[in-house]
């Protein structure tokens, strides 16, 4: 009976370690009368955890604080600088690596153009990246906490990526790889994935508990917070939506079936489209959404009346998923989100059409605040989650 009831309060101590390291985390500066308050841990308690925190340098003491009277408490702030985490996007024409603090601040970013696709390729210039970040990163307590990479492609719940189409890749070991290389814990999800969790963690989705982020690159997955977490499926699957058929009989898509939304809606099908209206501008050498951007901002009509169609068809499919999960926030992130000027009224028009009105009241369709990061630090924010649950205790 004592071995257990030891156990239990070993177990017990480290809940409450947590309860009061997150209380900090979420509600600094605040004292340690207020964590006991909001916790339900008496002052003891208390005390004596954000002693252990304060000694392990995840914690520090601030000047005083208000006070209603009498003498002014202590204020407790979390320390960022404890370490660092490195979020990686690993995008299918780019690869983005930032180094940030424990709160998810950028500290150092570096941006990479990609043409080759190739697994040893790309795997170099990944390599080159981190050994870059590492080096560029301050002295803190515990270094650099973890890796995060986001991949375009099927992860598994074991961090394996199965597939990547629009990479060529197939059964890649990326996490015992960068692992072996830099004997750091590495964490491998899908972008689509980490975008939802670093808009959820740090973006448009910090007040929301069911969000679709609608992650609208060269293809388009969806990431799902389903009451507050991550939502990745049996397998690590779920959100392959890009992959929804809208149109019977449409156009041949590389995953195998045809008439896929992302054949549609996506930048891959902005481009194409682009390409195929023989735009004076528009050559197969000069063809980018960058260009396209341009054009559309010195008001070219037959460039802004395809992103209107692009636009038309992500309020379709956006439709079909506000039908099937009555989320309260869809997030559109990822590259098209920079054509928000001209996709965000066939959005929303096409959404106010196709879905049902009961789901409508109280949705917000909302565009990534996080831009172009928000994979890179939604896989940071994974790591730094990660690296306080093995190190709290
Ligand atoms: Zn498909």
Not at 53 to 69: A, D, M, N, R, T
Not at 248 to 255: A, L, Q, R
Not at 342 to 352: H, M, Q, S
Request: charged fraction near 20%; aromatic fraction near 6%; include cysteine.
């Amino acid at each position: 009976m004592t071995d257990i009831m030891t156990g239990n309060q070993q177990l017990v101590k480290q809940i409450n370690k947590k309860l009061v390291l997150e209380s900090v985390i979420k509600q600094e500066p605040i004292s340690r009368a207020d964590i006991s308050q909001k916790v339900g841990l008496n002052k003891g308690t208390v005390s004596s955890l954000v002693g252990e925190l304060i000694e392990e340098q995840f914690i520090y003491e601030s000047g005083p604080g208000k006070s209603s009277g009498g003498r002014r408490p202590v204020m407790l702030l979390y320390n960022q600088n404890a370490g660092y985490a490195i979020g990686i996007d690993l995008g299918v024409n780019y690869i983005l690596g930032l180094l940030t603090d424990l709160k998810g601040n950028k500290i150092v970013e570096i941006n990479k153009k990609i043409t080759v696709h190739h697994y040893e390729d790309v795997l170099l210039i990944l390599q080159k990246m981190i050994e870059d970040l590492i080096e560029s990163a301050p002295m803190g307590r515990y270094g650099i906490v973890g890796i995060g990479i986001g991949v375009p492609g099927l992860v598994t719940n074991s961090n394996k990526i199965l597939v990547a189409p629009n990479l060529g890749w197939k059964d890649i070991e990326l996490q015992k790889i960068i692992e072996d290389a830099f004997n750091i814990p590495v964490f491998i999800e899908n972008e689509a994935n980490a975008g939802a969790y670093g808009e959820r963690i740090y973006g448009a989705g910090k007040d929301y508990n069911n969000i679709m982020y609608v992650s609208a690159g060269i293809g388009i997955g969806i990431g799902s917070i389903l009451d507050g977490k991550l939502f990745t499926g049996m397998n690590g699957f779920s959100g392959e939506m890009g992959h929804m058929v809208i149109q019977v009989g449409g156009k041949d898509c590389s995953c195998g079936s045809s008439g896929c939304w992302e054949l549609y809606a996506s930048e891959r099908a902005l481009l194409d489209e682009a390409l195929k209206a023989k735009l004076p501008q528009v050559t197969k050498e000069t063809l980018s959404i960058e260009l396209l951007l341009n054009l559309a901002e010195n008001g070219n009509e037959d460039v802004i009346t395809i992103f209107n169609t692009i636009g038309m068809y992500l309020g379709v499919g956006i439709s079909n998923i506000i039908n099937s999960f009555n989320p309260e926030l869809i997030i559109i992130g990822n590259r098209l989100a920079m054509a928000k000027k001209w996709i965000e009224k066939p959005i929303k028009k096409y959404v106010n059409v196709h879905a049902m009105g009961y789901h409508q009241e109280g949705l917000s369709i909302q565009f990534s605040q996080l831009y172009n990061d928000a994979a890179a630090l939604g896989v940071a924010a994974l790591s730094i989650e990660n690296f306080i649950k093995i190190k709290v205790q």
